[in-house]
């Protein structure tokens, strides 16, 4: 190999390794907010694995967060189901007085809310007790919304382990005195590499949403 080529490859491999050296640190620079809201949240949720419901401390709400429907909008998915029943538990135990399910109800056929709303009222939930927020788009709007037009003060998220840190930052952030509690599911629910991935994106959202609405 001549010097010349020798020296291009020289310059290939140090500008392959600054590229990757590159990429890196941009993954880690966008994996900080996962790590600072785990940590920042880790007092405040509760796993009904380790603590029964007794003893959770009790708050004025639940804020329960929408999911994927199913059989054209008609039926919960189990994780939108595992929501409302462990929610409905909470309700049953006196540790909350009312259920906020907030999420997707911009269309009549795919009314996350609606569907939430008739799974608790089946099994004994009075209708007067469930609040229904049909413009929860995502974890922000929910906790915002709540915040500003139903007034809640302090509530406990409903949702699954994998999200829950970032519903407990986000309701916290905006005012409301909040704890989370993972919804009962299947033992390794939620923690496929593309719910892990798509929850690292969408902490980095809220961040940016926190951003922009700061000003």
């Known amino acids: 190999m001549s010097e010349e080529q020798t020296g291009k490859t020289r310059h290939r491999v140090i500008f392959g390794g600054m590229f990757v050296g590159l990429l890196f640190f941009a993954a880690m620079a966008l994996w900080v907010p996962t790590i ?8 405040y949720r509760y796993e009904l694995s ?3 419901i007794a003893d959770i401390p009790s ?4 804020i329960v967060f929408g999911a994927a429907l199913r059989k054209k909008g008609t039926e919960p998915s189990a994780f939108l189901t595992w929501r409302v029943n462990t929610a409905v538990e909470l309700y049953k135990a006196g540790k909350v007085k009312h259920l906020l399910m907030s999420g997707d109800g911009s269309y009549y056929d795919h009314d996350e809310p609606v569907v939430m709303q008739k799974v608790a009222m089946a099994q004994g939930v009075p209708e007067k007790d469930i609040w229904l927020d049909k413009f929860g788009f995502d974890t922000y709007d929910s906790c915002t919304r709540a915040k500003k037009y139903r007034q809640v003060t302090s509530a406990i998220v409903v949702t699954q382990g994998y999200h829950e840190p970032r519903a407990v930052f986000t309701c916290r ?3 409301i005195d909040t704890i989370g509690v993972n919804a009962q599911s299947e033992p390794g629910e ?3 590499l593309y719910a892990i991935a798509r929850e690292w994106l969408s902490t980095d959202k809220l961040f940016v949403q926190l951003l922009v609405n700061k000003f």
Request: cysteine-free; proline content about 0%.
């Open 36 to 43: 600072f809201v785990n940590v920042m949240t880790r007092s």
């Open 50 to 52: 380790e603590t029964s």
């Open 59 to 62: 708050r004025d709400t639940a």
């Open 173 to 175: 952030y905006v005012g």
């Open 190 to 192: 939620g923690w496929s």
